[in-house]
């Protein structure tokens, strides 16, 4: 493991990804990737009592489904890296407290997974053999939360983003036959001003962009080394303002670029205004979708940008700006 | 008693109900797509524009005019509010500045603790399904 | 290389980019279903009124009689998970008149009953409705004492 460039850093035995898993809940499966996720749930209680207890169990089922899928058993995982939106990060740690696994709970608002997966990967170049990382997020314990109680009567503006109900989770091993991470570029904070709580894609971007360029000047890879470049969940407007400021710089990115955001539901169909986001949302596409298409080998090269809004609802009450962040990892087969 | 439902029906007023009563909520809406303001500065604002256009006076011959049109939206709140104080004070001085407002809206406060109370036994929260 | 201006050289010029990039609420279309919803509403609230002037109540009591009703029919149609849809078709149509302000007490009502009746229902009822009567309240007291001060200046105001 080294360090390249300015923040990059390169592996000696890039890590596999062993296998991933994902829940989502019932309007993502109503979504355009349905058919890629592990289980779709048909209510958001999942019979439990409260939003934070259903979400609690998407995870943990999530990293139960991915556990007896990769035919690994607990006591061979090292460590567990896992996070989610809800205060504390209660989603994780009460989901994953009997899974008898260390546990590592990391915050980094929507840019969780790929937080985690970092760290994992960075783990497994040391001590672990098979580390475990899992996000999840819920729309209404996230609307609870961060906006409103579900019942009362507001319009969403169309810059609003809607937060997924899913789990995404991945498990990450020393040896392996690839999908390899060989790359992570952790991003940095980066607040451009952006105040407004309903208009996170445009918070974000500015922070996936100067991940986006770092890793290329670090790497001396350009936009056509990969097949996709993916980011977290900037939603259609954190999109289209990315791939300008992109083109700013000279770099363009039009045509391998998309967002987990615009992926996961159907826009004309489906109401969500600018698009999915949320741990969950990263995570479960990427779990679902992306590495389904990695291992069928339709995508060989893919970098995966997670990005995140380092806000809380008491910031915005004091009328603080939205930092954001963007971590990426390169994936490659 | 029987009910003169004509009277009732009467178009003129209602007519007039309906105008003013939506002018406001546009004026609402306006602020709730230019300002991105909350909901609940918004309600502050209406509450608190009527209480103040009801203490001057003005919003009386709104409520004239339009009845129901002027004193259902918030504002008609707030100017109920402000008009029971006023009548307070003429019946009771200062105490009644501090007892008239409340007297005055008293049974919509009341209603609306007691049915969120009851709402909240019998029924849960639901996913927006749109 | 780099044709186009960069939209991050100063916060400023972002945000405008940011605005101008961002799509605005389709407001005439809002503001339509605004108007008639909520002019529907203050409607039905005078129907109410006036056949409680037909039953012989006068005017504020028919005005409390109309806010209670209304703002039944609001808190019902919230427990039904109805009032939300209405709200957003509707926007400030349903929010502005008295039914939005029983909708913002039920809605929390509602949400966190989960954290118990006492502190969760109780506690948390007014998140969205509590400053409407602070500030509602506290100005009414204020124009009270005014309207004190100044009539016993024998100015009169009202």
Known sequence: MKKIGKQTIQFDTPPTILDCASIVGPKEAQGPLAKYFDQTLDDEFWGEKTWEKAESKIIKETVNTLISKSGIAIDEIDCCFAGDLLNQCISSSFGLRELNVPFFGVFGACSTFVESMSLGAICTESFAEHVLCATSSHFCSAEKQFRFPLELGNQRPPTSQWTVTGAGSCILSKSGQGPFITTITPGKIIDMGIKDGNNMGAAMAPAFADTLVTHFLDTGRNPSYYDAIISGDLGYIGKEIVIDILASQGYNIKSNYNDCGVLIFDKAKQDTHAGGSGCGCCGSVFSGYFFKQLQEKKIKKMLLIATGALMNSTSSQQGETIPGIAHAISIEL | MDIDWAQVFSWMPLLKCFIVGGLICIVGQILIDKTKLTPARILVIFVTTGAILGGLGIYQYLVDFAGAGATVPLTGFGYNLAKGAIEGVKEMGIIGAFTGGVKAAAGGIAAAIFFGYLASLISKPKMKKQ | ?158
Request: with cysteine.
């Open chain 3, 1 to 158: 290389m780099g044709t186009n201006k960069n939209p991050l050289e100063t916060k400023e010029g972002y945000q405008n980019y940011v605005d101008q990039k961002s799509p605005n609420s389709p407001i005439w279309k809002n503001c339509f279903n605004a108007f008639w919803v909520g002019g529907l509403i203050c409607t039905i609230g005078q129907i109410i009124s006036n056949i409680c002037k037909q039953r012989g109540f006068d005017i504020a009591t028919s005005g409390t009689i109309v806010s209670i009703i209304l703002i039944g029919i609001a808190a019902f149609l919230t427990g039904l998970n109805i009032f939300n849809k209405i709200g957003k078709f509707a926007g400030a149509g349903s929010l502005v008149p008295i039914t939005g302000f029983a909708n913002s007490i039920v809605s929390p009502a509602m949400e966190y009953k989960s954290e118990g009746y006492v502190m969760g229902v109780g506690g948390k009822m007014f998140t969205v409705a509590g400053p409407v009567l602070v500030f509602g309240i506290s100005a009414s007291i204020l124009i009270g004492i005014i309207y004190m001060i100044f009539n016993t200046q024998s100015i009169t105001l009202v």
